[in-house]
């Protein structure tokens, strides 16, 4: 498992931010004081029942009094479990739930960035972790309460992956057993984190993998991803061009604490606030910028939505959609919306939550065109319907409804159609850190009919001349490639752009090398953006 370095300083150990240790998978600064739990200890290790209480001398919890040993719980370590639980519980979303937590508990800026790295390494990090863990536990993983599990999760990738003393990550996370689920287990846990500190990381993973010669079971333990995924992933590379000896590089990308980026919406939002306030000016593409962190929301260009938080990948295939030349005069014979200056019409198909079409609804109102951004699930909508609200509503509807039925519903309609679809998000991974340890191949087939159908609809809306931009957070071959062409096969009509070709033209770099076969993938692990795929299919005249 490998990741970027934590940040060191802090409170000191009374507060349980200190400054150093040991770097893994995102980084993080703790530092604590006290161990666990003690009490007088007679010559035998049974209790008054007689039952075998195990707590020889080798075991001791604690070096201090009963009254300097923590009982309460550290809010940024509670957020990270609370954070844990619902993922577990409520199969909830990480990046959905953390920050509600945070504002629930008020941490600061430092707190809160120490919750997200614990929340996030320690779900990132799941399999290798319970890899370890099973060796210092005298029963299945299984058997354990799996609020207990959660905790020595959250114990071990302090001890293992962040700069947090020793001492610091028993104390705080026995405390915070102690507090929230209760005596008894925070004894197991102490117990348990204490044989996990008989190693580090890098020597824990080669107990794990010796012996072994597989190189894809070594790699899930070494990166902490699935073996399905490591062999997906190391197919993708070959079927977009690349060298499967990245496969490692692409594991260590998806380990590592993505960067944030924001979008300024073109013609509508400025960077100019979000730059005063630490960020800096993307790379890739105009109007982007990479965030130092903290409250976004504070920023009044965010809460107006006119500056958004987009991976630049999404901002880079949106963009490609909006710039493809088309021929006006295969256009201009069909009617077009009552709003707007008479322009063309625009699709994003499959919509939510929103950030595309927000986009997309700037670029149309610049050109005078109109979007339609259609999405199933209402709520969803209603996501999509305030992502847009920053952009002249006169330029844009929001549709609820089933996307696949569009195509018959309008057909031929439409100069610009974005078909997002729903996907595995294997490209997402480190954005998602809870996703990979949910997915399965099975996955993948039951996606593959709805994105066939979804690509259909999109070619049947599309007018004579229009473009439809296939996209999907997934490299696998099974959603990108595979889909576009079997659709192409069957029909005469249709020809391929060329998608790389298209990404260069509105990247700063002007060659980012992620054509492969007129088709164009982006790579975490060369581009720092998620792993995002696009097709641009024209409909001929």
Not at 277 to 299: H, I, Q, Y
Not at 425 to 442: D, N
Not at 454 to 459: I, K, Q, T, V
Not at 524 to 530: C, F, G, K, S, W
Request: a neutral charge; hydrophobic letters at 40%.
């Amino acid at each position: 498992m490998s990741g970027s370095g934590g940040n060191a300083g802090g409170r000191g150990s009374a507060g349980g931010r200190g400054s150093a240790g040991k770097s893994g998978p995102g980084g993080g600064g703790a530092a604590g004081s006290g161990r666990g739990r003690g009490g007088p200890r007679d010559s035998s290790n049974r209790n008054a029942k007689g039952r075998e209480r195990n707590r020889g001398p080798q075991r001791s919890f604690t070096e201090q009094a009963p009254s300097q040993r923590t009982r309460r719980a550290d809010p940024a370590r509670l957020v990270a479990f609370e954070v844990l639980r619902a993922v577990a519980e409520e199969d909830a979303y990480a990046n959905l739930v953390l920050p509600a937590r945070i504002r629930h508990h008020r941490l600061d800026k430092r707190d809160a960035g120490f919750a997200t790295e614990l929340s996030y390494g320690a779900l990132r990090g799941q399999g290798t972790y319970d890899a370890i863990l099973a060796r210092c536990v005298d029963r299945p993983l299984a058997q354990l309460d799996p609020a207990i599990l959660d905790a020595l999760r959250i114990g071990a990738h302090q001890l293992l992956a962040m700069r947090v003393p020793a001492h610091a990550a028993l104390d705080q996370t026995v405390g915070l057993a102690r507090a929230v689920i209760g005596a008894g287990p925070s004894a197991l846990i102490n117990a348990v984190l204490r044989k996990v500190t008989a190693h580090s990381l890098d020597e824990w993973l080669d107990l794990l993998v010796a012996g072994e010669t597989d190189e894809t079971k070594i790699a899930s333990l070494r990166y902490a991803h699935p073996e399905w995924i490591v062999r997906a992933m190391r197919q993708s590379l070959v079927a977009h061009g690349r060298s499967a000896a990245e496969i490692n590089d692409l594991l260590e990308a998806d380990n590592a604490a993505p960067v944030v980026n924001l979008v300024a919406l073109p013609g509508l939002g400025s960077l100019e606030e979000a730059l005063d306030n630490g960020a800096t000016p993307g790379e890739l593409v105009e109007g982007s910028a990479l965030s130092s962190g903290g409250d976004l929301g504070r920023l009044a260009s965010v809460r107006a939505g006119t500056t958004r938080v987009q991976d630049v990948g999404s901002q880079l295939v949106a963009r490609a959609l909006a710039a493809v030349e088309l021929p006006a005069a295969e256009l201009s014979g069909t009617d077009l919306p009552a709003a707007g200056s008479g322009g063309e019409a625009w699709l994003d198909l499959c919509a939510g939550p929103g950030g595309k079409a927000a986009l997309l609804g700037a670029l149309a109102h610049q050109r005078g065109a109109t979007l339609l951004a259609n999405e199933p699930a209402p709520h969803r909508a209603k996501l999509v319907s305030q992502a847009l609200s920053a952009v002249p509503h006169d330029s844009w509807q929001v549709r609820t409804g089933d996307g696949r039925e569009v195509g018959a519903e309008q057909p031929e309609r439409f100069s610009r159609v974005l078909v997002d679809v729903p996907c595995t998000g294997l490209g997402a991974l480190r954005r998602r850190p809870e996703s990979r340890w949910r997915r399965s191949p099975k996955d993948i087939t039951d996606l593959g009919p709805l994105q066939r159908e979804l690509l259909s609809s999109a070619l049947a809306a599309v007018r004579p001349g229009g473009v439809v931009a296939y996209v999907t957070c997934s490299p696998h071959p099974a959603e990108t490639t595979a889909v576009v062409a079997d659709v192409l096969r069957k029909r005469t009509d249709l020809e391929l752009l060329d998608a790389g070709a298209a990404l260069d033209a509105v990247s700063l770099t002007g060659n980012l090398g992620a054509g492969h076969e007129l088709t164009a993938q982006l790579w975490p692990h060369i581009h720092h953006t998620d792993a995002m795929f696009l097709a641009l299919i024209r409909k001929k005249a």
